[in-house]
């Protein structure tokens, strides 16, 4: 009998224990003790600190949704409650605010509220039975995840991005049977992640860890669900091969971790059967490329690793024009033999260059694989300080599939070293010479220098000698007086050309260094308004289009002193050292974009049936005698001109007062700035404290007029009415400061520039309230900037002495 109670009694504690917990938690989970705890957070997170907090604190407040009173925090902002007790066809409770008590809170998101405080004074209890989502990005949190994250039962959405989180990864993240995503980069996490991440019966599909101080291993083989990880920027160890399959992955980015080893070829055919993406950059993988044949392949990030060999024929299976490939930054070789061994290259340094990696050279081999050929386009090479090559001043050709005509296809996104095919058809820009330093036995290697310019002389070393005994003192004379002399001559070349000779050192400088590593800069977005539509409508046009444009981009970035970070279709992001080259840059080519002659619809339908004209990748020249740009009045007869023509729009702020009227250029006399240009600077600026959703939506119209464009573009074609192509470009600059050690790519400065293009209109050029405040005391210098001359000769530390606001139509856009 006593053994029969023992047993009942062990049988139900369990059953007690959960029914007592539960009856703890809905105790604790009510709306009463909900608001308690949301004052408590407003009062120690810095409540009256926020930027918004419409609501808090007000316990009165009459809270009415869907025609019901709502506990008065279910109004407050940033907080939303759960509206029904049963979901209708087709919701679910993660998203529809159903399935739970009408008035408990369903979801907290105050991304980026300056909310400042320790995370663990957050009482999870109150929230924990139907909390479905807790969003608390971008912001000023710190302290620990504590185990008591646990607590939660309907948590699916965690977001603490952009936070000071330190300390380890608790255990209890595992033990959240609902939650789905979960967002904690841009932290000071450390330690290992949990074994138990993803939990017996996890749900989750989507991990980001990007930039933390994470390390140790990481096992996700129990994450039978996950569709994304990213850990960027720790220092992961991927726990080798997983036991079981991941079909559902997608994505997986270990980007900067000091990976070291091989990549298996069954890793991707086995295990990841249906990835997508795959980013591996800036590690030291070693060995050969591994086999994939995957079509679902869509992106391919492996540069800057320690990869040797060919790239494998297996790749052919899953090239296309839309795949994005970058395998820069590497030791691969189409011809090179005897590589170095694996250890050698994993522990090298950033000064090995590529005809050191390999002991021979197979010119037989081909330069590359079947499915690929070398364009006749050429194109900058992207300078990398991790780079085995030297490649400051070169162009190299460009990528294309085998047998495909590169004017009527999408350029094919790929990168590759030009040592890989033994820089085959690259050249050097004006101004360098291409020079051979191959070594005997080894794989071609070549560089762009300086030409070298041998002296000769017509006298001997007797003569010589024999003039110098005879005559010493005259020899000590024309030592003092050439010296006399040349200081002289340097003194008075600094006077009259010292500013101008000091800038053009400096912008050599610029050129020759390439990306910046630290201090200010500025970057540069345009992308073609319209692009999509076009190259849904007329492909073979866009392609004419693209290569055009490309080209004068290009043109203009090396005339200003830029460097290409990135580009991406018909998007370039360019970087400059300085506002003013950026500003220059985007004045003159807006300028070559509006001279330009751009191929219509009708030119490419009837081009079979004329006389063949220039290439699609040539820019078309244009008869100006008298610049359009400098002159006010009427064009002359001989000019030959687009309809129509981007006026610099600081042209004639250099010639006018503050109050708008006509000044004298001559008068050196300071004007100062009054309420009309105050409000041109707070116009101008606006852009830096625009929301993303402002900027969005303007980025939206900016896309929806595009798309008129071209659509009535083509209906005019059809019709036979003339077409007349006019591409407009939009551009978006923003200035910043990029710190020592931190790396350029990912910069908020540059995700800055691109949201600012977004927001422009086609012809338009936008910049943010950094980038004007730079440049507003350089106005009468930016003002004589045109299609053909750069600058006219001044000097940038000229001040300028008249300014006028903006027209209304660009102050309205800004």
């Known amino acids: 009998m006593h053994l029969l109670l023992l047993q009942l009694k062990l049988l139900l504690a369990p059953l007690l224990a959960t029914a007592m917990d539960t009856a703890v938690d809905t105790a604790a989970c009510t709306a009463g003790e909900q608001q308690k705890a949301l004052v408590d957070m407003y009062r120690v997170w810095g409540g009256p600190d926020w930027h918004t907090k419409t609501g808090w604190l007000d316990t009165a407040m009459e809270c009415k949704l869907k025609g019901s009173q709502f506990p008065a925090h279910c109004c407050w902002h940033g907080i939303t409650c759960c509206l029904s007790r049963t979901c209708s066809e087709g919701n679910s409770p993660p998203f529809d605010q159903c399935g739970c008590e009408p008035g408990l809170v369903w979801e907290i998101n105050l991304e980026n509220d300056n909310l400042v405080g320790n995370f663990t004074s957050f009482d999870h209890e109150p929230f924990a039975c139907a909390l479905q989502r807790l969003v608390l990005s971008d912001n000023d949190l710190s302290g620990q995840i504590g185990e008591d994250i646990k607590m939660h039962k309907q948590l699916s959405y965690l977001d603490l991005e952009s936070n000071r989180l330190q300390g ?26 949990p074994a138990g991440i993803c939990g017996n019966a996890s749900r989750l599909i989507w991990l980001t860890l990007d930039d933390n101080q994470l390390s140790g291993p990481l096992d996700v083989s129990q994450c039978r669900q996950l569709i994304y990880i990213s850990a960027k920027g720790n220092n992961i160890l991927v726990s080798g091969r997983p036991e079981n399959a991941l079909p559902e992955l997608r994505g997986v980015f270990f980007d900067d971790n000091n990976l070291r080893g091989l990549l298996p070829d069954d890793l991707f055919a086995n295990v990841l059967p249906n990835l997508e993406a795959l980013g591996f950059s800036k590690n030291r993988l070693s060995g050969r490329l591994p086999g994939m044949s995957m079509y679902s392949l869509k992106r391919i990030i492996l540069n800057e690793n320690r990869f040797v060999g060919a790239i494998p024929d297996s790749w052919s299976r899953m090239t296309r024009p839309s795949m994005v ?31 050191e990696v390999y002991g021979g050279v197979d010119y037989s081999a081909p330069l590359l694989p079947p499915f690929l050929e070398l364009s006749d386009f050429l194109q900058p090479v992207n300078v990398n300080e991790r780079q085995s090559f030297k490649a400051a001043g070169m162009r190299c050709p460009a990528l294309k599939l085998a047998g495909h005509d590169e004017r009527s296809t999408s350029p094919l996104h790929w990168s590759l070293d030009p040592s890989y095919y033994m820089f085959a058809k690259c050249e050097c820009e004006e101004g360098l010479k291409l020079v051979n330093l191959t070594k005997p036995g080894r794989i071609p290697y070549f560089e762009c220098q300086v030409p070298e310019f041998k002296r000769s002389s017509s006298d001997s070393a007797g003569d010589h000698s024999k003039w110098i005994e005879n005559y010493p003192w005259v020899v000590v004379i024309v030592v003092f007086v050439g010296c006399g002399l040349l200081v002289a001559l340097s003194f008075i070349l600094y006077l009259y050309k010292g500013k101008s000779l000091m800038r053009k050192i400096r912008n050599l400088k610029k050129r020759a260094h390439g990306l910046p590593k630290s201090g200010p800069f500025t970057v540069v977005v345009t992308d073609i308004q319209g692009w999509t539509a076009l190259c849904a409508k007329h492909p073979e046009l866009s392609v004419k289009v693209l290569n055009i444009h490309n080209s004068i981009i290009r043109q203009a970035q090396w005339l200003n002193f830029g460097c290409t970070h990135e580009t991406e279709g018909d998007s370039f992001t360019i970087v400059f050292y300085d506002a003013i080259d950026a500003t220059a840059f985007c004045l003159q080519a807006q300028q070559l974009l509006s001279i330009q002659q751009w191929p219509s619809p009708q030119h490419c339908l009837s081009a079979t049936a004329r006389t063949p004209s220039a290439s699609a990748d040539t820019i078309l020249p244009v008869k100006v005698h008298n610049n359009p740009l400098g002159n006010e009045g009427p064009a002359s007869a001989d000019s030959v ?18 109050d708008g009227t006509q000044g004298n250029p001559s008068r050196r006399q300071s004007v100062r700035r009054d309420a009309s240009f105050q409000g041109t600077f707070n116009r101008l600026s606006m852009i830096r404290d625009a929301s993303t959703q402002a900027v969005g939506h303007m980025a939206k119209l900016a896309s929806e007029a595009g798309s008129r464009y071209w659509t009535k573009l083509n209906h005019d074609a059809e019709r036979g009415k003339p077409a007349n192509t006019n591409i407009r470009v939009r551009m978006g600059m923003a200035s910043g400061i990029l710190q020592p050690g931190k790396r350029l790519h990912g910069h908020p400065t540059i995700e800055k520039a691109k949201e600012v293009s977004d927001a422009a209109a086609g012809g338009q050029i936008l910049m943010d309230g950094s980038t004007f405040a730079e440049i507003k005391d350089f106005l009468q210098e930016l003002g004589s900037v045109d299609a053909q001359v750069m600058m006219r000769g001044l000097c940038r530390g000229q001040s300028v002495r008249r300014i006028t606001t903006l027209t209304s139509k660009a102050a309205a856009h800004l």
Do not use: K
Request: hydrophobic share 30%; with cysteine; proline share 8%.
């Open 168 to 193: 380890d990864l608790p255990e209890g993240l595992g033990q959240i049977p609902s939650l789905r995503q979960l967002y904690l980069s841009s932290n000071s996490l450390e330690g290992t992640v």
């Open 641 to 658: 001109l687009p309809t129509r023509v981007y006026n610099n729009p600081l042209r004639r702020m250099s010639t006018m007062n503050v």
């Open 325 to 355: 490939v970058r395998l820069d930054t590497n030791f691969l070789s189409c011809c090179g033999t005897q590589p170095l061994p694996t250890e050698r290259l994993i522990s090298a340094d950033n000064t090995l260059h590529i005809d």
